[in-house]
């Protein structure tokens, strides 16, 4: 009898996720959704590549369609896509449930709060997914406590881990 193969599939830890690190620095992130994206062939093996950048992006909300739209995202070009390659920095539709949509909507209507890309990775059966948040802008003493508490804590972890030893 002959084996049969099972199909390995790559978990989420092993494919590639990139992360909007400068969000999280500039923003107070209250509330994430995950979504889909649409993409044409180029967009996602450029994606797969690493090769995109998610961190001047922001999404903003089209209410006479009810859609969501990435903009300000840039997905280099292919290099072996050919004559089929896309626009680096085009508007993307973000996929989401109408009902996600106007919520969103009515968030961001509050002065100081946008939408921001936090996350662009693969799931487990090969899907780019986009994981956005709803920010408010931090201003600078914010950004320095944040900073003072990040530094106290590290030196915690030093000091417990130096009296384990």
């Given at each position: 009898m002959a084996k049969k193969h099972k199909k390995k599939h790559k978990n989420e830890s092993q494919t590639r996720r990139i992360v909007n690190r400068r969000a999280y620095h500039d923003y107070h992130i209250?509330?994430?959704l995950e979504c889909g994206i649409s993409l044409q062939g180029s967009e996602v093996k450029s994606i797969r590549d690493g090769q995109a950048s998610i961190a001047e992006g922001y999404a903003t909300?089209?209410?006479k369609e009810l859609l969501l739209k990435l903009v300000n995202c840039e997905i280099s070009k292919y290099p072996h896509a050919?004559?089929?390659?896309?626009?680096?920095?085009r508007v993307r539709t973000l996929l989401a449930h109408k009902k996600q949509?106007?919520?969103l909507a009515n968030k961001t209507r509050e002065k100081g709060v946008t939408i921001v890309p936090l996350a662009m990775y693969f799931t487990s059966r090969g899907i780019v997914k986009i994981e956005i948040g709803l920010g408010r802008?931090?201003?600078a003493h914010d950004k320095r406590h944040d900073i003072k508490e990040r530094d106290a804590d590290r030196s915690?972890?030093?000091a417990m881990t130096k009296r384990h030893l």
């Open positions: 209250s509330d994430k909300v089209d209410e050919g004559v089929h390659q896309h626009e680096p920095k949509i106007k919520q802008g931090k201003r915690i972890r030093r």
